[in-house]
């Protein structure tokens, strides 16, 4: 009897030590969450990502605007989607420096975000999603309540709300006129199991008429990827929706791919003429041609695009090859397709 006693304790024990832990709080997992984040954050790597970018363009109808109550309104309300006037897409390359976002297109020498911004302001082209929402949500800022839980794919999340005043925003919104901070809320979901952030979503206040827009909406994904073995937080995919004040919106999705660690380098070179090197450091620096030869900056002639470009398949950034006709030059040169329905 005392033999069958023990095994029934031993059992017991063994069944006790396979049992779930508890799930955490709400405020709990909140607090570890945050931590987690904001400690990610300040050790946060060098690593750049390639932006997979397709963004449309919707008419706002026949209709026209009363103001943004009234856009904002109509569209609570609205059953259908708007007919499309345009799509194009892009590829560009985003590096997180000193939690700070900058572009170029890919595989480019430097980053030039002034360049970038010129050929895609055709529509909206969010930053953020890595260096500004996390900190500014979870670092702080933010007035965070829980709401309610949610099952998604089995697994189940906490979902809060979020709300950061203009007094205490890093939301910055570029305009013709210059920059401007707007306030922003939303909501954001919570994995218990991973003690991670899943998704984030962040509208903005009513914007001032400087921006011609009404409200500008995020809806983030996030996903962790290997990094030289590190579980770097990542935007899986995001979703940009901006309402204009005309009724027309402008939707941006973007995904993320090739991310990657990495290291300033510096390269000297003795096989430059003193010609060259001082086109090197002009405003307009000077490409290399297939031959190999330095071509200047600023420099205009008559060439052909060699390379196929398919308006259904082909994206801005794209780098393709121009040849000037009845010469041996050519150079690559970076695509910028604007397709029109």
Known sequence: ???????????????????????????????????????????????????????????????????????LSDRARRKHDLPMLSSERLRLEVALADNREIHSWPGAAE?????????????????????????????????????????????????????????????????????????????????????????????TAQLPEATTACQSISDIQYGRIDIHGKGVLIPRETGLRVIYRSGAEAIGVTSYSGCQEYSGKSTLRFDLTKANSADLLSPHPAVVSSSGNLLPGGLSFACRIVTPIDSETTFVGRCATAAKESSRLAAHIFVDIWSVL
Request: aromatic share 10%.
């Open 111 to 203: 980053f030039n975000e002034d360049e970038i911004r010129r050929l895609t302001n055709s529509g909206p082209l969010g930053a953020g999603d890595f260096a500004t929402f996390i900190p500014g949500i979870f670092g702080g800022s933010a007035t965070v309540r829980f709401e309610s839980h949610r099952t998604v794919d089995g697994r189940t999340l906490f979902v809060y709300s979020f709300d950061v005043p203009e007094s205490a925003s890093n939301y910055h919104i570029a305009t013709a006129g210059g920059g401007l901070i707007t306030a922003y809320e939303g909501s954001f979901s919570l994995d218990p199991q991973t003690n991670d952030l899943v998704q984030l979503t962040v509208r």
């Open 1 to 71: 009897m005392k033999i069958l006693c023990s095994s029934l304790v031993l059992l017991l024990s063994f069944a006790s030590g396979q049992t779930t832990p508890p799930e955490p709080s709400p405020a709990e997992l909140f607090h570890i969450v945050r931590t987690r984040l904001i400690a990610e954050m300040n050790r946060q790597g060098r690593f750049t990502c390639v932006q997979n970018i397709n963004r449309q363009i919707y008419s706002p109808g026949y209709r026209q605007s009363e103001g943004c109550s009234a856009v």
